[in-house]
């Protein structure tokens, strides 16, 4: 084989691996809401029907509470992890901390970042049992806090690191302390530090490994901070493994409304990026 | 002295000071956050190491991880199927994953341009925010019958479908997207004239890729894969989906196994009722942790050495 045919022969090997790539996912997407479309169009009341303790061995009851329990669990985590991801990625700037101090944190956030969720997971549960507490929904919104708080410090001190240095030599000339110039430097990286947030909540809304133990797998409606709760992850791993074929074929329903959700929001955190883009000194105005 | 000049001073003065203090409370909030991530793994490596003692107490630590025997009814804790089952699917689907995501990032940095980089991009990108129960569900109408149904019988074996190259398969899929993005990054980081000279000097495409892009990107896809290692070790919801759950040393790829996160997910009911079970499942957490730290250390040394030797 000449050069050249190996040339054209390894341009079909990459072609047919990124095409194999995007159609798993085109697959993955498909199979999730057409199946998960039909089982919520032939039954939309299993979308809101309020479950009993039994409805895993009945197959009846829906998962509205998976739903709301998402939403009380994800959003306040994503309040508290953004408010110290923001903070934490501020002092790494060089203005507040050293360049030796902030390779090092970085390090140490990268380690985070990478560590199995389950394990965060586990480390709030050993907390739960040595203050004698019992799995609740406050303690699945600080399992899925420590969870973001790595991936949104990253992005948000990407975003700053980002920001033109402009901005800070602009502020501190007009005699702005360190806070003031910080607060102008988070308005100009605003488009990369949005984007961070809403990636953090799509990631801690579709992980189940933190909340399984630290949520407790309710069955009932969230009915106070510290009663036990479930998401929707955790709801279609359970419905997944359910030996009732009809709990079984909800899960697809759960599915449908997780995937749609998660796609929702990387569209959301596209749109926004552009939109919070003219905050940025010589970004597009709208 | 005249009154309102002094009025004005203290209101001035007054600000500065507000200003002041604002900067001074705000420093001491933003230095506790900064140290809050070392804060953060000291504390986990700390609870976990505590709570893992009672167990190493009871056994050496070679006992815990070579022994094939795990009972927690019979206070019997060997992890070895666990780590076999581990090391298996790690293997296996980095083994099938890695090439294929090479292959894309390198049409993605490379071959394509314009709407269709962006498009295709964007695609996988999305494909790295779907939760992982998602593809364990797909999973299970998917690629269990496809093994169960094709694979096994045409290899000659009797099997399910539910096992560690079902695992591998679909964590071969789901740390796919994130060996891509990052070396894609590592690719798109090199100075367009390293492809001008080797293309200069003769090369073809695919010769200036295999010996001159690959190599100066390699610490970048190196670590990428690294850490796609780590990934996939620290899986939890698509084994504990699809591996089914069995304690014992797994005689081929098709039969069933249990890894070390899939452990923890099965075995945390029995938490209350048997002494010795809640240390051994967090010394399983122990375990991950070390060995997913261990490979993220290995990674920054390993690209920081190669960043020397295949100096451009």
Redesign the interface.
Known sequence: MD??A??RL??V??????A???G??G???G??IL?GGRVLLADPAIAITPPGSRYMLEGTGGFLHAVLGSVLIVGPATVVSMT?AV??A???QSD??SKR?SD??N??????W???????G??V???I?AIGARTSLVFGIVAIA?FQ??IM?RYTDEALRSAPDAVGEATYGLGA????S?FMTIRAALPGIVAGIV?GF??G?????TV??TAGRSTNMPAGPFEPATTL?VL??DQ??SFNAEVRAH??AA?FV??VA??G??LTS?LLAGRYARFAPGGRHS | MDRSTDVGQDQSAGRIDRRLLVERASHRWLQAAGYLAVGLFAAIVLTLVYESLPLLAEYSLVQALTSANWDPAQNEFGFLPAIVGTVYVTVLSMAMGAPIAILAAVYIAEYADGRLKTLVSSFIDVLAAIPSVIFGLVALIVVVPFVGDYLAPAVGVDATGVGILTVSLVMAIVVTPFIISLSVESLEALPDELRESSLGVGATKWETIRSVLLRAAGPGIFSAMLLGFGRVFGATIVPAMLIGGQTQLPDSVFSTGQTLPTLIVNDFGELMSLPLTQSALIFVGLVLVVVVWAFNFGAMLVRSRLQRRWQY
């Open positions: 050069r050249y190996r040339q390894f341009g090997f990459t072609r047919g691996a990124t194999l790539v995007v798993v996912m697959l993955v997407v199979v999730t199946r110290l903070s934490t501020l002092y790494l507040y901390s101090f090092v944190t390090m140490f956030l990268n380690v985070l990478a560590t199995p969720p389950i394990v965060y586990v480390f549960l050993t907390i049992i420590i708080y790595p410090t302390t360190r806070f003031e910080a990636m799509a990631r809304i579709g992980d189940a490994a399984l133990f992850p279609i791993f997944a493994m899960a697809y599915s997780l995937i998660v796609l929001l990387i596209k």
